[in-house]
């Protein structure tokens, strides 16, 4: 498996660049803000939209979405299978486990880098 992530992924990836990480076997993903055409032969797209942006990704398999308590409400009209939200830099992750638990419809998201103190 690659991951392709970024600065903003979309903005240097192209379909040759995931045919060749095909044919040597593997499975291509790409973790992007969703404000660039992605090519269509990926097998996985994350996708972390900002408040306030024009999405551009056509297809997406999941969102994830670092909750500040904002209205989330809207992502979940994206075209995904998979939804995610995820505590600010660990500052907040118990007002996001109570969100997660009145709308269940979203899932908890964790960078464990941060839970274990390394930047």
Not at 49 to 61: A, E, F, I, N, S
Not at 64 to 92: E, I, M, T
Not at 104 to 111: E, F, V
Request: glycine share 6%.
């Amino acid at each position: 498996m690659v991951i392709l992530t970024g600065g903003e992924p979309g903005l240097w990836i192209d379909r040759a660049l995931v045919d060749t990480l095909h044919h040597a076997g593997k499975y291509v993903c790409v973790e992007t803000n969703g404000t660039c055409v992605l090519p269509d032969n990926l097998d996985w797209v994350t996708c972390s939209p900002k408040q306030g942006t024009v999405l551009k990704v056509q297809r997406m398999d999941e969102v994830k979405v670092v909750y500040l308590g904002q209205d989330v409400s809207a992502y979940l009209n994206l075209p995904a299978k998979h939804f995610f939200l995820q505590p600010c830099s660990c500052r907040n992750t118990d007002e996001v486990i109570g969100y997660i638990k009145r709308n269940p419809q979203w899932r908890l998201s964790l960078q464990t880098h941060k839970l274990v103190n390394i930047p």
